[in-house]
């Protein structure tokens, strides 16, 4: 969306007050991201009414998809919709409603473009888009369609899209993202995995989002292949419970779960895995929690997202079962395992005090630097402050010390030289 604006003259804009659109990319995928959308619209509008009335407010995406016909009729204010999947003919969208002149400027070269925005060493690529499977809790296969097949083109695009000049930010870490990114299949994840690796600048490749199904135990001998993988595996079980991943229609094989866990450890042992979990879908029962509880005492997971369940119409489970457990009792069964896994996450997190580390420096601030560990995907997981030290860009790499723990982040100061 950003590429097909700038490249038609559109300007992004630092003073939201001062712009002529506003665009809100949204989410309606639970009940948070859906109240987060209505409440930045309504937030939205207040400044366009407060600030500047000439200024057009648009709602883009998922919320725009499927909750179409509720926003015409509920909020009126809004100047335009676009919904998925046209983000690149938004363009085309404002000029036909706006009467604006495309290109009336000329197009930034692609190297340009991407430098006047991009001041972060690290980009998302969609590998894929929608999902052809049916979680019962899952509204996405409806909004988002089934899955498409990986697309070389698109990449190509997305990386010249990405593309740094020389002097800028270096693009170090390359972060694939899709809905279900085991289901492009290990071939074609080796393909793409092989087309950022041979790209000099980047260093880091990250694989988001990898569905518990036996492909990832051949997905992990990879790792070996291509040193440019992180050590980092993120993998959304959503339950433990045999019984409720039958009722939620994931894969119930929890003992492919840990088979996955060892290998992934095997194949490095310092990769660190991230997964998600939901509380609360109906009739889970406080034994499916205490399963939750062994799990996660008897394998190692460090870093876990809770969510609470949230009952969607048009998923299977909000059309054939009731939502049985009130927002109370699910908040309470978050709070016990978010304990938990707090307090296990403590013998790992004391392990890595004192240790030296090789981090990317994501950002430079006047009184701090910002880095991370490569087991830590940026703007999801940890990051170590480090104190302010001339010459040191985003994108350089440094060796830290990792002092003191936070309740999440690091302190920590520099153990050694920059290495660019
Ligand atoms: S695999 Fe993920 S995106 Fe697909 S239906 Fe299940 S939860 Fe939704």
Redesign the pocket.
């Known amino acids: 969306m950003r590429s097909a604006l700038l490249q038609n003259g559109f300007r992004l804009s630092n003073e939201p007050q001062q712009a002529d659109f506003l665009l809100i990319n949204s989410c309606s995928f639970i009940r948070e991201a859906q109240e987060e959308t209505i409440a930045t619209v309504f937030e939205s509008l207040k400044l366009r009414d407060s600030k500047n009335k000439k200024m057009k407010v648009g709602l883009i995406g998922c919320f725009a998809e499927r909750f179409s016909e509720n926003v015409k009729t509920e909020i009126p204010e809004l100047d335009f919709m676009v919904g998925t999947g046209k983000y690149h003919e938004l363009p085309m969208i404002l000029s036909q409603a706006y009467g604006i002149e495309l290109n009336a400027h000329a197009a930034l070269q692609a190297g340009d473009m991407s430098d006047s925005q991009n001041k972060l060493p690290y980009a998302w690529f969609r590998i894929a888009q929608g ?1 052809s ?3 019962a ?2 509204i ?2 409806k909004i988002r369609g089934s899955l498409s097949p990986y697309d070389a083109s698109s990449l190509e695009r997305q990386w010249s899209e990405e593309s740094r000049s020389p002097g800028s930010t270096p693009l170090r870490e390359v972060i694939l993202v899709s ?2 990114t085991i289901s492009q299949g290990i071939d074609e994840l080796r393909n793409i995995i092989e087309f950022f690796s041979k790209k000099d600048e980047v260093q880091w490749i990250r694989l988001q ?1 990898l ?1 518990p199904d036996r492909r990832v135990l051949k997905l992990l001998d990879l790792f070996q292949e291509f040193p440019k993988l992180v050590p980092y595996l993120d993998i ?1 079980f ?1 339950h433990v419970s045999q019984r409720m991943l039958e009722k939620m229609k ?1 894969p119930s094989d929890t003992g492919l779960f840990k088979e996955i866990l060892a290998k992934a450890v095997e194949v490095n042992p310092s990769t660190e895995i991230r997964t998600s979990l939901i509380l609360g879908f109906p009739g889970e029962e406080q034994e499916d929690v205490e399963t939750i509880r062994t799990f996660l005492t008897e394998n190692t997971i460090h870093k876990l997202a809770l969510f609470r369940y949230s009952h969607e119409t048009g998923t299977y489970a909000g059309d054939h079962f009731t939502d049985d457990l009130s927002d109370d009792q699910k908040i309470e069964r978050i709070n016990d395992i978010r304990n938990l896994h707090l307090q296990l996450r403590q013998q790992h997190r004391s392990d890595l005090t004192g240790t030296i580390q090789e981090l990317l420096v994501d950002e430079v601030a006047p009184g701090e630097i910002i880095a991370r560990r490569p087991q830590d995907a940026p703007e999801i997981d940890e990051i170590v402050f480090l104190p302010f030290k001339k010459g040191i860009k985003p994108g350089d790499f440094v060796q830290a010390s990792l002092d003191t723990p936070m309740e999440y982040d690091w302190m920590g100061s520099f153990a050694d030289q920059i290495t660019t």
């Open positions: 999902c499977r049916h979680c809790f899952c996405l296969p809905q279900d989002y569905f959304p959503q994931r």
